[in-house]
């Protein structure tokens, strides 16, 4: 039992790379997200999606980019990075209806140098 | 637009004491409330929610956490506080019509032997 499982775990970035964070969720849970989370600011919602083909922006959408082919899997995309993009990122997902329990993955460290 | 007030980045007590985390939240409908507890480079995990009926609601742990709608609050308690309860914690708001999940800012608990 799986669950949401986020690779890679830990990841060194130099500024105007691109890189892609996966997430892969073996629950069927039609609502994914990804979250980002930075010290006294809890967690920012970035992108999210109700199903496969639907996707929305969050708080803090600018610099990622999502797609979501499949249910089972929803990758962030980082188009340049930059230093403000150092963070802690949290991959999410949930079965439809306001009053289900959200699952989150382990987390993965991204520092942009 | 939905929001979530953690007014404490810190809450200190003594091991044994009771212990109380404040939430307050703003939505337009009726809300589903969520807590949620981060241990150091984990994920987070589910403690409670509420969604309808009893005002107090009972979770993992120990946990318990009271909704009071006239106050706009669902602060999270716990009678006797152990050492082990030391960790990150967040509340969480979602909208009726909505399944964006806000989560406050966090509030650190330390639990002093």
């Known amino acids: 039992n799986a669950g949401v499982t986020q690779t890679p775990k830990f990841q060194v970035l130099k500024t105007g790379q691109s890189m892609t964070l996966q997430c892969a969720q073996d629950?069927?849970?039609?609502?994914m997200s990804w979250y980002r989370q930075d010290p006294g600011m809890g967690l920012r919602l970035i992108h999210y999606?109700?199903?496969?083909?639907?996707?929305d922006q969050g708080e803090v959408p600018n610099g990622y980019n999502v797609s979501r082919s499949t249910t089972e899997d929803f990758p962030l995309r980082l188009l340049s990075a930059a230093p403000s993009q150092t963070s802690v990122y949290f991959c999410?997902?949930?079965?439809?209806?306001?009053?289900?329990?959200?699952?989150f993955g382990e987390g993965s460290w991204l520092t942009v140098v | 637009a939905q929001s979530v007030a953690q007014p404490e980045d810190q809450v200190n007590v003594a091991e044994g004491n009771p212990l109380t985390v404040k939430c307050t939240y703003s939505?337009?409908?009726?809300?589903?409330l969520f807590w949620y507890v981060q241990y150091p480079n984990r994920g987070l995990q589910f403690l409670l929610k509420?969604?309808?009926?009893?005002?107090l609601v009972k979770g993992s742990y120990g946990f318990e956490a009271e909704f009071n709608k006239s106050q706009t609050s669902f602060h999270l308690k716990k009678p006797s506080a152990l050492v082990s309860d030391s960790a990150l914690y967040f509340c969480?708001?979602?909208?009726?019509?909505?399944?964006?999940?806000?989560f406050g800012p966090g509030t650190s608990l330390s639990v002093i032997p």
């Open positions: 999410a997902s949930h079965k439809g209806g306001a009053g289900n329990t959200i699952y």
């Open positions: 629950m069927n849970h039609e609502y």
């Open positions: 999606s109700v199903g496969a083909g639907i996707t």
């Open positions: 939505v337009s409908g009726n809300p589903y």
């Open positions: 509420y969604i309808t009926g009893d005002n």
């Open positions: 969480a708001v979602r909208e009726t019509s909505y399944d964006k999940v806000i």
